[in-house]
C-alpha cells in the first residue's frame, strides 16, 4: 500500500508561519499525508528561532530542514545540539553544531531524511554535497531517504536528482522560491522537483518587501529584510511513494492560497 509524504518550500516569515498555523493539518488530512519535512530557513526572515522550530512542529511538521540562512539567529545553535529533529545541511564543516541528516519513526517504518546545500553561486564554501550524499547512504539501512537539497543552481540540482536516481525515494529542491513545473518521477524511481517554492508572501519578491528588494537592485544601501505584507501561498508537493521498494509512485506539486 502507498503511503504519502509532505514537503513545504521555505517558509518566509510571519505569513507563512501564520498560514501553517491555519492550514498544514488541514491539508495532511485531506491527502492523508504519513510523514512531513518542512524547510523552516526563512521562518525568522533570515534564519530560525528555537520558537519558530516549536511553532513547526505544533503545526504538523516531523522534520525541519534548513540551508544557507542557518546561521542567521545564534540562539539557534544549543537548540541544533538538542533536537535531532531539526537538521543543518550535512555538508556544512564537521566542526559545526548539530546534525545534517538522522533516521525517523514514521507509521510505515523508518524513513532517512537528509538535508544538502548546493556549491554553486553560494556565498560560502562547503563540502561536496555529492560525496557527502554517498558518505550517508552507506550508512543509513532505512528503505526511504527523502533528500532537501538546498541550491541555488537548478543544473546542480538536476545533476544531484539524476545522481541519486534508485538511489533515495524523493528529492527536492529548495531555496528559489520559485515553484518549478518539473515535478516527475525519474527512470530509477526518485521522485523529483527543482524547488518546492515558497510559503509566504504571494505579493513579494521571494518573500522580502518588494520596493527592499528594488532598491537593492538600483544600488541603494541594504537594508535588514523584511516580510512583505498581505495574502500568502503554500507551496510544495505530494510524494506518493511504496515504502517497501523505497520508489516513489508520483509527485504533485502544491499550491495553497490563503
Not at 233 to 242: K, N, P, S
Request: charged fraction near 20%; hydrophobic fraction near 40%.
Amino acid at each position: 500500500m502507498s503511503v504519502n509524504i509532505l514537503a513545504i518550500g521555505d517558509v518566509a516569515g510571519s505569513p507563512g508561519m501564520n498560514l501553517l498555523a491555519k492550514r498544514l493539518r488541514q491539508l495532511k488530512s485531506r491527502y492523508g499525508i504519513a510523514f512531513t519535512v518542512v524547510n523552516g530557513e526563512n521562518a525568522s526572515v533570515v534564519g530560525m528561532t528555537p520558537a519558530n522550530a516549536e511553532s513547526l512542529f505544533e503545526y504538523g511538521a516531523d522534520v525541519i530542514t534548513l540551508g544557507n540562512h542557518t546561521w542567521g539567529r545564534r540562539e539557534l545553535i544549543p537548540y541544533l545540539e538538542d533536537n535531532r529533529y531539526v537538521l543543518r545541511p550535512s555538508n556544512f564543516a564537521p566542526q559545526t553544531p548539530g546534525r545534517g541528516w538522522g533516521v525517523y519513526d514514521a507509521p510505515f517504518g523508518d524513513v532517512c531524511v537528509v538535508n544538502l546545500i548546493g556549491r554553486c553561486h553560494m556565498d560560502f564554501g562547503v563540502e561536496n554535497p555529492f560525496f557527502e550524499a554517498d558518505r550517508i547512504l552507506k550508512q543509513s539501512r532505512a528503505k526511504v531517504t527523502l533528500v532537501d537539497f538546498h541550491a541555488e543552481a537548478t543544473s546542480e540540482k538536476q545533476a544531484m536528482a539524476f545522481y541519486l536516481d534508485g538511489r533515495v525515494t524523493a528529492l527536492w529542491g529548495t531555496h528559489t522560491h520559485v515553484q518549478t513545473s518539473d515535478a516527475r518521477v525519474l527512470p530509477g524511481g526518485t521522485g523529483y522537483i527543482t524547488d518546492l517554492g515558497m510559503t509566504g508572501p504571494v505579493n513579494s519578491v521571494i518573500g522580502i518587501r518588494p520596493e527592499q528588494s528594488v532598491s537593492r537592485f538600483l544600488g541603494n544601501p541594504p537594508q535588514r529584510y523584511e516580510a512583505a505584507a498581505g495574502p500568502a501561498c503554500i507551496e510544495g508537493a505530494v510524494f506518493e511513494i511504496d515504502p517497501v521498494s523505497g520508489r516513489c509512485l508520483s509527485v504533485t506539486p502544491l499550491r495553497v492560497f490563503e
